[in-house]
């Protein structure tokens, strides 16, 4: 092959390398307008603060006691994460809305019937936050910032696994219900995700489900170490529920936790029925409950 046909298919090979590259270049930038052109709705606290950590804006979310990220402080309000306004939400046409999957079965024919479209998160342990936390950031090119959030979850996960030590204390959650209320929370609800990482053992371990209704019978036979009752939703019902609950009904006043002063309450925003941009610090808390000695 003499000298000119080898610069003329040099020249042919760059000339293909160069469009494949503006190809490609073109494809990502297109992406990422097509990104910046999303009208992005959440419906929970939990799900605001991931968005907010992956540094994307939204058009509408919760009325909720929660503190919202300061970012989305003049965002146009869905009403609560229980029950929010598909009109309202309607009216700031959402290219998608996104919702806890545990709420699916409350308020998807709501969303059906306005043709919305709702993508539901799963965020009941801290397997499925990470996971999320990647599925986001890969979809809406923000993997930097989801990736540096799953290190500090995984760090956290690290520190708190180095201080167990001995037996593993026996733990009861309960998760406080306004107007009705507790609710036994078992190791597949997302406190009880924290307390298995953390090295204790729930005394209630119910399969798939991750929330069962309590007995006195049941409860009289557990002897929990550590009991943590979450104040979900509205602390300020939910607090008084629960003090008035451990004063009145016997079953309580034989349980170790208690004789022990080892009853805590986990109050928003480091703690939540969903798993949320504060597992950190909630999985360090949970940590030095089950072992304050370490």
Do not use: C
Not at 52 to 63: F, I, R, Y
């Amino acid at each position: 092959m003499n000298r000119s046909k080898k610069l003329i298919l040099i020249a042919l090979g760059l000339f293909l390398i160069l469009a494949v590259g503006v190809g490609v270049g073109t494809k990502y930038f297109l992406d990422r307008q097509a990104v910046k052109n999303q009208r992005i709705v959440t419906t929970s606290a939990a799900t605001t603060e991931i968005f907010a950590k992956l540094d994307l804006p939204l058009v509408g979310v919760p009325t909720t006691q929660a503190k919202l990220p300061a970012r989305y402080k003049n965002i146009p309000k869905i009403g609560s994460p229980m029950s929010p306004s598909v009109e309202k939400i309607a009216s700031l046409n959402p290219t998608t809305v996104y919702a806890v999957s545990t709420l699916k079965d409350q308020y998807n024919q709501s969303f059906k019937e306005q043709s919305i479209h709702v993508v539901y998160l799963k965020l009941d342990t801290v397997s499925q936050l990470k996971g999320t936390l990647q599925s986001l950031g890969k979809q809406y090119y923000r993997t930097r910032q989801a990736n540096a959030e799953i290190k500090k979850i995984d760090q956290a996960t690290t520190d708190v696994k180095e201080r167990i030590h001995g037996r593993k204390p026996r733990v009861l959650v309960l998760m406080g219900m306004p107007g009705a209320g507790y609710m036994i929370a078992t190791d597949h609800s997302y406190v009880g995700d924290l307390v298995k990482i953390a090295g204790g053992k729930n005394v209630y371990s119910a399969k798939g489900q991750a929330y069962i209704h309590p007995s006195n019978d049941s409860l009289a036979t557990k002897h929990p170490d550590v009991i943590l009752r979450l104040e979900h939703a509205l602390p300020n019902v939910t607090k008084p529920q629960f003090e008035k609950e451990f004063a009145q009904n016997p079953v309580w006043k034989t349980m170790p936790a208690v004789k022990n002063k080892r009853v805590y309450d986990l109050q928003q925003p480091t703690f939540n029925a969903s798993a949320n941009m504060n597992e950190p610090q909630a999985i360090r808390q949970v940590s030095k409950w089950l072992y304050p000695t370490k």
